[in-house]
């Protein structure tokens, strides 16, 4: 690879601890006996280590890897040099195992300090941590729904990180209608299949950091009903596993290529033939055929949840790395002199313009990363109150599944918007392979992508989501909102931005209430046109409410110490509290327009003819 290793990650943790600390109060997980065996102390030693970590081996390889990609030779996908040393480091250090169960191998540590883990490990080098993520969410599958002998000959060699691991869904004729696949499994004897067939977009489908990758593949049993109801799951080795554990012979499962892509070029993403020689053994996940959507939705809830993590981390990074050009480039003089043809330039911060963009890649970086956290909090306290308190547990639970496609599809989308407001930070010098902030742009795009496009994740939340639990879960959400409004809207200082909340809260419950109508009168097609803006709606009301509950916390810390409190803690909280301001500003009215639009009913999407978008071909 040509050039020098740059590390230019940039990380808050001042940040991240006053989101899990001051804010969401994380610290009560450890008051749960789920995870009694672990403390604060020891999570956020973890939390530094791992920063050590990315800043010592992957942030340094982020740029030289994206010059480099993948190449395959010979069958066989090479990966950037440096990535092998990097991920022995990783599994030496443990990060994988940190939120996977003890019974399974792992730590059994909290999902919200493993969110902090998976930010800092994307935002340094995305493609790398791909491979990573996808070996934790297939051990994940294998340890909840593979019977015992599986679990024994699987898990602890991907535990230790000799063996990865992939989700094969995809195939070339079908993208995201997975309802239409046609891999082939054909019974052999017990649980053990032929497997025939072909997928696409494969992410870490084939690499050299392991000496086996763990395929987990849906296809359709000889007999089994069309659709997604008749599809199974099934372990599928690159290198067969012998019952002892140790290798047998190639599975007959081919990387026929792997794509040439906009970004994340160091991550392999490949077309994977499986049984072209007729010699492919694939080993059904449990012992019920036809579950295969079901086991596969856990890896993918996982996956859409971690995507919109990659989307926080890389805006995050790009958002610090714009902050400081911004502080450290000078050009043009202040605005108060520009008349003076002799002023001094200053740096750009000074320039309202930017500091404008500065603030809300601010606010919304911050407040994509208290939802994830948020979300993963729900997650943990489910968890742990599974056994003593079923009535909690569920609560928890269903916010989680009413987060998870808003997580997701906001924050892979706003981690592009706010890469290309870095980009436009920098100006010319942004556009260009000197600064890393061009390669955040390029790797985030994916984002919005895959895992189900973020229409998928808008279909879920309107046709599902909101009605789950006969929209009991919707209920708790909105409550949760109004409670606070209800003791906050008269706060000094910021009461009017919690006001703008209430009646930002009150439109998106009309848009609930248009999306039945449209149900109910029939009118489909009209819920599939407006649930993105749906989606988006009720994310930055999320995002609003999150970021006005730290903007109070905030506020009471704010010269709390009298004039001991140091100018660092001052600054850092009324950072807090301008963020909330300026989102509930500039973003929320976005809100009202959208739901008017929707509940205004507009039908010229729909009723364009197709020769009206162009008649040019």
């Known amino acids: 690879m040509s050039g020098a290793a740059v590390n230019t990650y940039k990380a808050d943790l001042r940040a991240i601890q006053f989101t899990l600390y001051e804010h969401l109060h994380v610290e009560q997980v450890f008051t749960h006996a789920a995870f009694s065996h672990l403390s604060r102390e020891e999570c956020d030693a973890t939390i530094e280590q791992c920063l050590r970590f990315v800043n010592a081996y992957t942030g340094p390889l982020n740029g030289l890897a994206d010059r480099a990609g993948c190449v395959l030779e010979n069958g066989v996908v090479r990966t950037p040099a440096g990535f092998k040393e990097a991920w022995r480091k990783l599994f030496e250090l443990g990060f994988m195992s940190f939120p996977m169960p003890r019974e399974g191998g792992g730590f059994g540590g909290p999902h919200a300090i493993a969110v902090v883990l998976e930010e800092l490990q994307s935002g340094a080098n995305t493609a790398f941590n791909m491979y990573q993520g996808l070996t934790h969410g297939a051990a994940d599958l294998i340890e909840v729904f593979a019977r015992h002998e599986d679990k024994e000959r699987f ?46 977009w494969i992410s870490a489908g084939d690499h050299d950091l392991t000496e086996n990758i763990i395929h987990l593949v849906l296809a359709r049993i000889d007999g089994a009903p069309a659709g997604t109801k008749g599809l199974s799951l099934f372990i599928v080795p690159k290198i067969r596993v012998n019952e002892d554990g140790s290798l047998g ?43 295969g959507m079901r086991q596969m ?24 790395n714009a902050l400081a050009y911004a502080r450290e480039r000078r050009q043009g003089s202040s605005v108060k002199h520009f008349k003076d043809p002799n002023a001094p330039r200053v740096a750009i911060i000074e320039h309202a313009d930017v500091r404008r963009m500065l603030l809300e890649m601010k606010a919304k ?7 994830a956290l948020k979300l993963a909090l729900h997650f943990d306290l489910a968890y742990a109150l599974a056994k003593t308190d079923e009535a909690k547990a569920m609560y928890h639970q269903g916010q989680v599944d009413l987060l998870t496609p808003i997580v997701k599809a906001y924050c892979s989308d706003q981690s592009f918007r706010i890469t290309e407001l870095a980009i436009q930070t920098y100006g010319g010098a942004g556009y260009v392979t000197d600064h890393p902030v061009e390669q955040y742009c390029r790797d985030a795009k994916i984002f919005s992508i895959y895992e189900g496009t973020n229409h998928i994740q808008a279909l879920d939340l309107v046709a599902r989501k909101l009605q789950e639990h006969g929209g009991e879960n919707f209920r708790q959400f909105l409550k949760e909102i109004a409670e606070f409004v209800d003791t906050y809207s008269h706060q000094p200082g910021i009461g009017a931005e919690v006001r703008a909340l209430g009646e ?12 039945m109508e449209f149900f109910m009168g029939g009118k489909i097609d009209q ?17 609003a409410h999150l970021l006005l509950q730290a903007a109070i916390i905030a506020d009471s810390k704010r010269g709390q110490h009298g004039d001991d409190q140091s100018q660092e803690d001052f600054d850092f909280y009324s950072g807090k509290v301008m963020a909330a301001k300026h989102y509930v500003s500039y973003v929320l009215p976005g809100v009202h327009a959208k739901i008017g639009a929707m509940i205004g009913g507009d039908r010229s999407a729909l009723d364009v003819t197709d020769g009206g978008f162009s008649t040019a071909f």
């Open 297 to 320: 939705f856990r890896m993918m809830n996982g996956a859409r949840i971690a995507v919109g993590v990659q989307g926080l981390s890389v805006a995050s990074t790009a958002y610090l």
């Open 249 to 291: 012979k190639p599975n007959d499962v081919v990387t026929a290529s792997i794509e040439h892509k906009l970004g994340i070029r160091a991550s392999a993403t490949a077309v994977l033939n499986f049984g072209e020689n007729g010699g492919c053994r694939g080993i059904l996940v449990g012992d019920q055929p036809h579950m």
């Open 155 to 200: 898990l602890p060699p991907m535990m230790e990180g000799r063996f990865a691991g992939t989700m094969c869904l995809s195939e070339p004729h079908a993208g995201s209608d997975v309802g239409a696949t046609k891999t082939r499994a054909r019974h052999v004897e017990g649980n053990l299949y032929d497997i025939a067939g072909t997928k696409c």
């Open 504 to 515: 930002a809260t009150d439109a998106l419950q009309r848009g609930a209430g248009a999306l």
């Open 527 to 543: 819920v599939t046109l407006v649930a993105n803006a749906f989606l988006e709606s009720m994310a930055e009301v999320t995002i």
């Open 365 to 371: 970086v911050e407040g994509m990363r208290t939802l």
